[in-house]
């Protein structure tokens, strides 16, 4: 077993402190990564704090981790020792159900073992995610990062880039549409940046008036407040795709008024209820669509970082130590991050 630190949260109500565990020993198919970097995801706050009632404790939080390998087990292919590498929101999964066989395995149809906060398959053991020094991980769920990417930068695509780029790429977003960018913040930062690189014209969609010279700035045409009914009322049924980022329940409705005919509007942030109700009459009238999306498989993963690499795109980050990562909880608590927290783990040789 690998002796690994890092830091955990031991009950809802607690900070993040060191915490010492094991990590399997490499495996045939495993490789061995030790961790740069990790990105705080917005869902690491809410699972830290028990928000969902799901959480089990200890957890090390952290699913957007980027690193070197250092051992790679005898049946490795794809990866060798001394290149980069990403893990993303879930280390395995059934790999024989229809979504596996599909590439989507975050859609498994007996669960997806997530990087932290669940149960290594086929055990009681807890699965730590990326707030530590190694992790060990199948190969399947590991994507290599090009070198020529800013590491640092990249650790967000493992959560923030895949959920924004998989609906982008699912409902073949590209040049002469009218995309809607709903909510600029970690995902819907990286939201402008992808939907302006498959060629589309972009609007951010925003209630603060104030972050449109941000939008401008990381590729945004246009900027529509939604809170101006007028605004809102010159650009119904003129979208062609909405991606909506909003991580929290809200009204849909007046964002619906905004698609063509056929068009459709994907969440991607709320997990909770949406308040008030979708109504009948949204949808229903020009046979429009909401859906849903989560992440990515990993081929296509794999896929958005070469996109990245091709177009150099990255996230737009705040380097923070270990050490601070409770202070970090409680600025993203009040969003005050342009867009995502990333922790150097080489700090944490200093927080030992």
């Not at 990590?23 to 990790?38: A, F, K, M, S």
């Not at 005898?74 to 020792?81: E, F, G, M, P, Q």
């Not at 109700?277 to 909401?290: C, E, W």
Request: contains cysteine; charged residues 25%.
């Amino acid at each position: 077993m690998l002796k690994v630190r890092g830091y955990a949260v031991h009950d809802s109500k607690s900070p993040l402190v060191p915490f010492s565990f094991e990590r399997r020993d490499v495996g045939p198919g495993d490789v061995q990564i030790e961790i740069l970097y990790c990105g705080i995801c917005h869902s690491d706050l809410h699972q830290a704090r028990n928000d969902w009632a799901n959480s089990l404790y200890p957890m090390v939080p952290g699913h957007e981790i980027v690193g070197r390998v250092v051992r790679v087990g005898a049946n490795v292919t794809k990866l060798k020792a001394g290149d980069f590498a990403g893990v993303g929101c879930m280390v395995d999964s059934c790999r024989r159900c229809f979504a596996c066989d599909e590439g989507l395995e975050q859609y498994c149809e007996h669960g997806a073992t997530l990087t932290y906060n669940a149960r290594e398959r086929g055990s009681d053991a807890l699965t730590f995610g990326g707030y530590s020094e190694q992790i060990v991980v199948e190969q399947r769920f590991v994507v290599k990062i090009p070198d020529t990417l800013d590491l640092k930068a990249v650790a967000p695509l493992l959560c923030a880039g895949i959920t924004t780029y998989s609906p982008l790429r699912h409902w073949r977003v590209g040049p002469g549409q009218k995309v809607g960018i709903i909510g600029l913040g970690g995902l819907g930062h990286m939201g402008v940046k992808f939907a302006k690189a498959f060629g589309a014209r972009v609007v951010m969609v925003t209630t603060s008036p104030e972050k449109g010279k941000d939008a401008r700035r990381l590729g945004a045409d246009e900027v529509l407040v939604s809170r101006d009914a007028e605004a809102m009322a010159a650009h119904a049924g003129t979208f062609d795709f909405l991606l909506d980022t909003i991580p929290v329940g809200h009204d849909v409705n007046p964002y619906m008024s905004l698609l063509k005919l056929d068009r459709t509007m994907v969440l991607v942030g709320a997990l909770t209820e949406l308040v008030p109700p979708v109504a009948g009459a949204s949808v229903i009238l020009g046979r429009k669509n909401l859906s849903g999306s989560a992440i990515g498989g990993m081929a296509e993963t794999q896929e958005m970082i070469d996109f990245c690499a091709r177009h150099d795109i990255v996230s737009d980050i705040e380097m923070v130590k270990m050490q601070d990562v409770n202070q970090a909880y409680e600025r993203l608590v009040k969003n005050d991050v342009k867009y995502r927290f990333v922790i150097d783990m080489a700090s944490l040789k200093e927080a030992a």
